[in-house]
């Protein structure tokens, strides 16, 4: 019965960690974004975060939107940086073409840093891609 359950492969969606200018606080910060660099818009995007190692776990985070469209990005949560000494995960589930997709994508812990910045898809800014 298992078998007879066809799960879609997530293409074309990422989780990005950028770091930007905070014009309130003056402050570099590191944002979550979704990103959606395929050519179809993304219905009811579901997201759950959360960080945790052997000793520290975060509380859970949800996010919800209606509708991500084709070849854009929404912001999902600020990174505080006491969490970037964590494993992130972003559980991320949406429709798309009336099929349910779901990943979960993983920031290992100490990977949002300067030094794994690259361009992120459809965003023209550079960032760290979670796995």
């Given at each position: 019965m298992r078998k007879d359950i066809n799960i879609p492969e997530v293409a074309d969606v990422y989780v990005?960690?950028?770091k930007e200018f905070n014009e309130t606080h003056r402050t570099d910060d590191w944002?979550?974004?979704i990103v959606n660099d395929s050519d179809e818009p993304?219905?009811?995007v579901l997201i759950v975060s959360n960080g945790y190692?052997?000793?520290k776990k975060t509380s859970l985070m949800r996010h919800k939107l209606q509708v991500l469209p084709a070849k854009s990005f929404a912001k999902i949560e600020f990174i505080e940086d006491s969490v970037l000494?964590?494993?992130?995960e972003f559980a991320v589930t949406y429709f798309l073409d009336g099929k349910m997709?779901?990943?979960t994508f993983v920031f290992k812990a100490g990977s949002i840093k300067d030094e794994n910045k690259a361009p992120v898809p459809s965003m023209l800014k550079e960032g760290v891609?979670?796995?």
């Open positions: 990005a960690a950028v944002n979550a974004y993304l219905e009811l190692n052997e000793k000494e964590l494993t992130n997709f779901e990943k891609l979670a796995e």
